[in-house]
């Protein structure tokens, strides 16, 4: 293998000079320099010191340059602010509205004394009291224009300071970046015609708009509000409300549908679980937690039902409990069927995942909008908005485990004569076993959390309890309350998950 003068293989140097696109020589050697060395080489790279985050964000290193920018940023509104600006506008500001009030005071004062008023003491003490406030301003503005030359200096040796920085780490970076690209080519190299222009124009212009309006506030009014038009909100506000409209005359029927396969869900299991003896109910769950994570997970699941019961949240506890039963066991049976279709088919996991995005980022006080117009308030509307917050996790799960199934294992079964249906049921799913409890974990324990959430809207239960404890600052039974749902958390966190890894 042929090397060049500089030592370097003559397909390293020519792999280097394409990479780094300027000064091919220097860096030749300054990369010698930093590789021969397992500990950090001091370097000085001018050019990366003088332009700062423009030459980061030319070469492609814009984690660097984003974070050099802000500090470059802060240190020319010092120095600008210090320099031109009127640190003190502020409060000459307040003393002329102070100044307005005073004249009104003297007025008033003048005018009592020549009534010969009672007041006139009244308006007296209130005019040296303005204008004690106002020699109290005036002597702050004073402090903070004497102040100008040290914000210019703190900002010129915090300028000076990153430019050297970012000269002394700028080829150890770009060496370290130089190795990454050899060993994967589709990390940029930068010094593209996309990035140069980029890195120019976008450094300028924070640069240049930040400065402006720190160093002359209210100067360019673009620069402090959003340029934008009342008219423009009340259409888009009109608009979205004849859809919601159109929705609601057309699909009350889809609607009605919905709510009466909820309500058949829910009464179910509110007989069940409200209507029931208590003992019964708490005997099953006693020992549905004793068989599925031990005997001393039981004991303690006891001892949770005995506190709802003693004070008084039993009944409260069991309509919250027929609430998140019928929100999860729905979101479940729509959650893993719509993730095992999705985990065999990318395009339309790529297609729904956004909108799952959106119905777990969206606050639950938005989404409870259109809920209401379609649905009304009521249980109905509130197990839809537990829902919509808390489904999305045992899809994604699903997803997960289904995914995460060993391709060998599949083949293996496949070579044996397995069919669709034998590979679904005793292979995929006992693998993704694991996953797809965790995702049904997590749809309970989000469904459970929108409890005080959806009793804004009419759902009873231990939620209606918090809630009002909050409007009328009742501590101690908003504490208790809360309690309550933590034990029923606690609970069916233990059922489903079980005491067995």
Same mark, same amino acid.
């Given at each position: 293998?042929?090397?060049?003068?500089?030592?370097?293989?003559?397909?390293?140097?020519?792999?280097?000079?394409?990479?780094?696109?300027?000064?091919?020589?220097?860096?030749?050697?300054?990369?010698?320099?930093?590789?021969?060395?397992?500990?950090?080489?001091?370097?000085?790279?001018?050019?990366?010191?003088l332009l700062g985050p423009i030459w980061y964000g030319m070469r492609g290193m814009w984690n660097w340059g984003l974070a050099f920018l802000i500090i470059e940023t802060f240190a020319w509104v010092q120095i600008?602010?210090?320099?031109?600006?009127?640190?003190?506008?502020?409060?000459?500001?307040?003393?002329?509205?102070?100044?307005?009030?005073?004249?009104?005071?003297?007025?008033?004062?003048?005018?009592?004394?020549?009534?010969?008023?009672?007041?006139?003491?009244?308006?007296?003490?209130?005019?040296?009291?303005?204008?004690?406030?106002?020699?109290?301003?005036?002597?702050?503005?004073?402090?903070?224009?004497?102040?100008?030359?040290?914000?210019?200096?703190?900002?010129?040796?915090?300028?000076?300071?990153?430019?050297?920085?970012?000269?002394?780490?700028?080829?150890?970076?770009?060496?370290?970046?130089?190795?990454?690209?050899l060993s994967d080519p589709s990390i940029s190299k930068g010094m593209t015609g996309r990035h140069i222009g980029l890195s120019c124009v976008f450094v300028a212009l924070i640069t240049v708009a930040t400065v402006?309006?720190?160093?002359?506030?209210?100067?360019?009014?673009?620069?402090?509000?959003?340029?934008?038009?009342?008219?423009?909100?009340?259409?888009?506000?009109?608009?979205?409300?004849?859809?919601?409209?159109?929705?609601?005359?057309?699909?009350?029927?889809?609607?009605?549908?919905?709510?009466?396969?909820?309500?058949?869900?829910?009464?179910?299991?509110?007989?069940?679980?409200?209507?029931?003896?208590?003992?019964?109910?708490?005997?099953?769950?006693?020992?549905?937690?004793?068989?599925?994570?031990?005997?001393?997970?039981?004991?303690?699941?006891?001892?949770?039902? &005995?506190?709802?019961?003693?004070?008084?949240?039993?009944?409260?506890?069991?309509?919250?409990?027929?609430?998140?039963?019928? &929100?999860?066991?729905?979101?479940? &049976?729509?959650?893993?069927?719509?993730?095992?279709?999705?985990?065999?088919?990318?395009?339309?996991?790529?297609?729904?995942?956004?909108?799952?995005?959106?119905?777990?980022?969206?606050?639950?006080?938005?989404?409870?909008?259109?809920?209401?117009?379609?649905?009304?308030?009521?249980?109905?509307?509130?197990?839809?908005?537990?829902?919509?917050?808390?489904?999305?996790?045992?899809?994604?799960?699903?997803?997960?485990?289904?995914?995460?199934?060993?391709?060998?294992?599949?083949?293996?079964?496949?070579?044996?004569?397995?069919?669709?249906?034998?590979?679904?049921?005793?292979?995929?799913?006992?693998?993704?076993?694991?996953?797809?409890?965790?995702?049904?974990?997590?749809?309970?324990?989000?469904?459970?959390?929108?409890?005080?959430?959806?009793?804004?809207?009419?759902?009873?239960?231990?939620?209606?309890?918090?809630?009002?404890?909050?409007?009328?600052?009742?501590?101690?039974?908003?504490?208790?309350?809360?309690?309550?749902?933590?034990?029923?958390?606690?609970?069916?966190?233990?059922?489903?998950?079980?005491?067995?890894?």
């Amino acid at each position: 293998m042929h090397s060049g003068e500089s030592g370097l293989p003559i397909d390293r140097q020519r792999q280097l000079a394409a990479f780094t696109a300027t000064h091919p020589d220097y860096y030749v050697r300054e990369f010698q320099r930093i590789g021969a060395d397992a500990g950090f080489v001091w370097s000085f790279n001018f050019w990366a010191g003088l332009l700062g985050p423009i030459w980061y964000g030319m070469r492609g290193m814009w984690n660097w340059g984003l974070a050099f920018l802000i500090i470059e940023t802060f240190a020319w509104v010092q120095i600008i602010r210090g320099m031109f600006g009127d640190l003190a506008l502020s409060a000459w500001e307040r003393i002329a509205q102070i100044e307005g009030t005073l004249n009104l005071r003297k007025q008033q004062l003048a005018a009592a004394i020549e009534n010969d008023s009672d007041k006139a003491d009244v308006y007296q003490r209130s005019v040296e009291s303005l204008e004690n406030a106002i020699g109290g301003i005036r002597l702050e503005a004073q402090q903070l224009e004497d102040s100008a030359i040290w914000i210019t200096l703190g900002g010129l040796f915090l300028l000076v300071f990153i430019k050297v920085a970012q000269a002394v780490i700028a080829n150890t970076l770009l060496e370290k970046r130089f190795s990454d690209w050899l060993s994967d080519p589709s990390i940029s190299k930068g010094m593209t015609g996309r990035h140069i222009g980029l890195s120019c124009v976008f450094v300028a212009l924070i640069t240049v708009a930040t400065v402006i309006h720190y160093s002359f506030p209210g100067a360019y009014a673009v620069l402090s509000a959003f340029p934008t038009e009342p008219i423009i909100r009340l259409s888009t506000i009109s608009w979205v409300e004849w859809f919601f409209q159109i929705c609601v005359i057309h699909g009350e029927a889809f609607f009605d549908l919905i709510t009466y396969c909820i309500r058949l869900v829910l009464d179910g299991l509110e007989l069940i679980f409200v209507k029931t003896p208590w003992m019964v109910i708490a005997s099953f769950i006693v020992l549905l937690t004793g068989l599925s994570a031990g005997i001393r997970t039981a004991i303690f699941s006891g001892a949770f039902l &005995a506190y709802m019961g003693v004070l008084g949240f039993w009944d409260k506890a069991m309509t919250t409990l027929a609430l998140l039963g019928t &929100a999860a066991c729905l979101s479940i &049976a729509i959650g893993i069927p719509l993730g095992m279709y999705c985990a065999r088919r990318p395009r339309f996991y790529a297609f729904i995942r956004p909108i799952m995005d959106f119905m777990q980022t969206m606050p639950a006080f938005v989404f409870m909008i259109p809920v209401i117009a379609f649905f009304g308030t009521g249980k109905a509307a509130a197990v839809v908005t537990t829902m919509i917050f808390g489904g999305t996790p045992v899809v994604r799960l699903t997803v997960l485990g289904l995914r995460g199934v060993p391709e060998n294992v599949r083949e293996a079964a496949i070579s044996y004569g397995a069919n669709k249906w034998y590979l679904l049921t005793r292979v995929d799913l006992p693998l993704a076993g694991p996953s797809i409890r965790a995702g049904i974990n997590q749809t309970i324990m989000l469904s459970l959390a929108m409890v005080v959430v959806a009793s804004l809207i009419g759902a009873k239960g231990l939620g209606e309890d918090v809630l009002e404890a909050l409007q009328y600052a009742n501590v101690g039974q908003g504490i208790l309350a809360g309690f309550a749902i933590l034990f029923c958390a606690m609970i069916l966190d233990r059922i489903v998950q079980g005491g067995r890894k």
